[in-house]
């Protein structure tokens, strides 16, 4: 069965750094596009960065210049490097992985929360 498990959340200060990381079983993780997305207290999921099968790489205007996402295939991980945290940043944050023609997955999510 399909299990991405994040790790690597906590409490940080404004201004720190924190990865995540997203472990993946159960798919062809090379073929998949990750993702990831975030959800803060009373707002919509939103999408944070995505990383193709190809190693195409989108992020939110937001985060664009202190996040980066990255992916290594033979450990079957995803990453989200994140500096320059904000309290706008505070949210749980979620791994997905897709491709064409399959469902989505998504894993339990990390909570991540900054400081003033």
């Known amino acids: 069965q399909v299990q991405l498990v994040e790790s690597g959340g906590g409490l940080v200060q404004a201004g720190g750094s924190l990865r995540l990381s997203c472990a993946a079983s159960g798919i062809t993780f090379s073929t998949y596009t990750m993702g990831w997305y975030r959800q803060a207290p009373g707002k919509l999921r939103e999408l944070v960065a995505t990383?193709?099968?190809?190693?195409?790489?989108n992020y939110a205007d937001s985060v664009k210049g202190r996040f980066t996402i990255s992916r290594d295939n033979t450990k079957h991980t995803v990453y989200l490097q994140m500096n320059s945290l904000k309290p706008e940043d505070t949210a749980v944050y979620y791994c997905?992985?897709?491709?064409?023609?399959?469902?989505?997955?998504w894993g339990q999510g990390t909570q991540v929360t900054v400081s003033s």
């Open positions: 997905n992985g897709g491709m064409t023609g399959r469902p989505n997955y």
């Open positions: 990383i193709s099968s190809g190693n195409r790489i």
